[in-house]
């Protein structure tokens, strides 16, 4: 069950309930899914034998050499943010395709933070990855 809260000004929030099932939510650090057969093994038989709807999914090491249909999982959506300028990171979610899902861009993205916001109908799906390089302030943390 997902719960709406949605706040006025000045006034108390209104709650509903949406009368839909919460999605099955499936995280992986999968440490390169652009290796050979490396969704197959990693991703596939899991989202399949659980009857995943979501994977959020960090380091899939996808490039843009990496085309969508190459790393694609059938039944699922992908949508993707790969890191630019270095190796390895990048994040993704693969949504089954019963959901319509989409990237959701806000003003104060910074490529530099691997972030990948989605809404998933009224739910929001927010997937980051932080290379132990990066140590970041509460303040950077509170602007993602």
Request: aromatic letters at 10%; glycine letters at 4%; charged letters at 20%.
């Amino acid at each position: 069950m997902l719960v709406h809260v949605e706040r006025q000004q000045c006034t108390r929030p209104v709650i509903s309930v949406i009368a839909q099932p919460t999605p099955s939510l499936y995280v992986i650090d999968a440490a390169a899914l652009s290796k050979p057969h490396a969704i197959e093994q990693y991703v596939v038989c899991d989202l399949h034998n659980y009857d995943i709807d979501i994977a959020a999914v960090t380091e899939t090491h996808f490039k843009a050499k990496h085309s969508d249909s190459i790393v694609a999982i059938p039944d699922y959506t992908l949508l993707r943010r790969d890191r630019i300028r270095r190796r390895g990171g990048g994040v993704a979610v693969y949504v089954r395709t019963t959901l319509k899902a989409e990237i959701w861009h806000y003003s104060c993205d910074n490529r530099v933070f691997e972030l990948l916001w989605v809404t998933i109908g009224e739910l929001f799906v927010g997937v980051v990855y932080q290379a132990t390089i990066w140590i970041l302030s509460s303040t950077t943390l509170k602007q993602l």
